[in-house]
């Protein structure tokens, strides 16, 4: 795939729904707005289209059996981090849904689903999901910088270093030789004593 394919491939929304209605529904409306869609049936199913598909969202109902939408979340952030998920809930569990958000989901959505507002929510849990993929690109950048000009400084000094105490091994006999060690101890962070047994030395 070249680098433009990549950057056209649509977002791929992963619906999580034990009802095979609504996952149809939902997968006609989705693709009508360009969305890539995949369909599970159950957690268990979820997790397993997420590890080979990797889809940037998921829309996850919270009442299913075996592997409930608040037990999906947290397994499913384990396997991506960055998966923007939104919760399908039903009118009398908004609290349900309030604990999923606390263990990571972007939005929750009241069942029978407002398809303006589901449409808003997924472009708002894109966005967020990209300034965050944004962010910790550009302090793993920034980290990568601090050491590169860290590494570049700590051998700018050591050259310096090298330098200054062959200049002084050199100008034996010069008057201002003890102050010239005396400051070059403190830039050096070391003893004045020090630098002067390693100008004695290089003098041979």
Sequence with gaps: ????DAQAAPTTVLVVDDEDGIRQALDRFLTRLGYRVLQAASGVEALDRQAKEQPEVMLSDIRMPNMTGVELVPKALAQDSDLAIIMLTAIDEPRTAI???KLGAYDYLIKPVDLDELEMSLQGALRLRQLEIDRRELEQWLAREVAVRTR???????VAEEVALSALAAAQGWAGASDAIQKLAQELGTSPEDVAR???KRRG
Excluded: G
């Excluded at 570049?152 to 050591?158: G, I, M, N, Q, V």
């Design 99 to 101: 604990e999923c958000m």
């Design 198 to 200: 390693e100008v004695e």
């Design 152 to 158: 570049d400084l700590e051998e700018r000094t050591t």
């Design 1 to 4: 795939m070249t680098k433009t």
